[in-house]
């Protein structure tokens, strides 16, 4: 823990790294030198630790473990990942073995996220001496040419790869991305509707397709998506949530209350499906009989106090009477009370 305390001040001063700090001193109770390592690693993303320091401070072999670990989580740190590369894993390449390939493509990637033109280009060369007829190099040149928008060069890569290989689905969604790229919709949904055709169990691809349509106002079709998607993953509360606010886009009030509803129950901390159950409830007891009038204000009711109990817990009771947003809620609940005693 002395660790930690030695470099605190300089840390706090970074908000954004809290969430590092936390994993840090997680990691001090079960490997204080694991926790020095990323430590280091976040002093470093900070500018306080320099290049060379880095290079003398963390040893090629922790500098390895903090790629496996993005790897492993499929993190998408390009900055870090570079950074790490080139000041400590570049220089000590030839201990990584037969993990310098996987390396070398993870690399790849964070410079395209990087818009880092020269070290994609290097990598690619190196990869491509190495694995001359790889469908995995030649997918990394068809990313590197969307990068730098050319589409054209893009699309004869990823057509290459499919002529060779009808089953890489990976070169047929990039495909999709390339048409999404150039604005071409309705060609996007078309081709990402062929390949789901071929792959149905791609959730991500149902996911794409949904907000495709929603892009095109094709409502009904979204909801369709994410029909499959629920069907697929039945307690997934972003799932519900989302047919949910297409419901209510549509003006089907009750259907969207209920999977509303549902996702709270899934996860009673889903800010957004407070708000869409207050918001439906709302619609409803304006335009629904006397009965389901009442009903529906208890429901908005309910809704509008767990909103407040939400703000309340993570901000002061000063800061809350000056959240503008509960005032609303308020003054709305306020207006269906008085329509629905009348």
Known sequence: ???????????RRKFFLFPVLLLCLICCYSNTYAAHALI????????????DKMARRIGW????????????????????????????????????????????EQVCIAALDCQRFD????????????FPKSIRVDRLRGMFFEAQE?????????????????????????????????????EAIDKLNSYLREFMTDFEAWTELCDLYLS????????????????????????????????????????????????????????RALYGCFLSSCSLASTSKS?????????????AQQLKEKYVTVQSEEATKQTKILETIDKLLESITEKASN
């Open 291 to 303: 009965k389901e009038k009442q009903a529906n204000v208890k429901y908005a009711a309910w809704a």
């Open 61 to 104: 072999e922790e500098a390895r473990n903090i790629l496996r670990r993005i790897r492993e989580e499929q993190g998408r740190d390009g900055q870090t990942v570079v950074r790490v590369w080139e000041e400590v894993l570049m220089k000590n390449r030839n201990k990584l073995g037969d993990e310098l390939w996987v390396v070398y």
């Open 40 to 51: 280091t690693l976040v002093r470093f993303i900070s500018g306080e630790i320099s290049p």
């Open 216 to 271: 095109q106002q094709d409502y009904q079709k979204a909801a369709f998506c994410i029909e499959e998607l629920i069907m697929s993953n039945p307690h997934n509360h972003l799932y519900h949530q989302k047919y949910a606010e297409i419901s209510y886009t549509q003006g089907n009030f009750e259907l969207a209350r209920s999977y509303f509803a549902q996702a709270l129950k899934l996860n009673p901390n889903n800010i």
């Open 119 to 130: 070290l994609v280009e290097a990598c690619i060369e190196v990869l491509k001496d190495n």
């Open 150 to 186: 050319r589409y054209n060069k893009a699309e004869e890569v990823y057509k290459s790869i499919v002529d060779r290989d009808e089953t890489n689905m990976f070169a047929k969604k990039r495909q999709v991305s390339v048409l999404k790229a150039q604005n071409k919709i309705p």
């Open 1 to 11: 823990m002395r660790l930690v305390e030695s470099f605190w001040p300089q840390v």
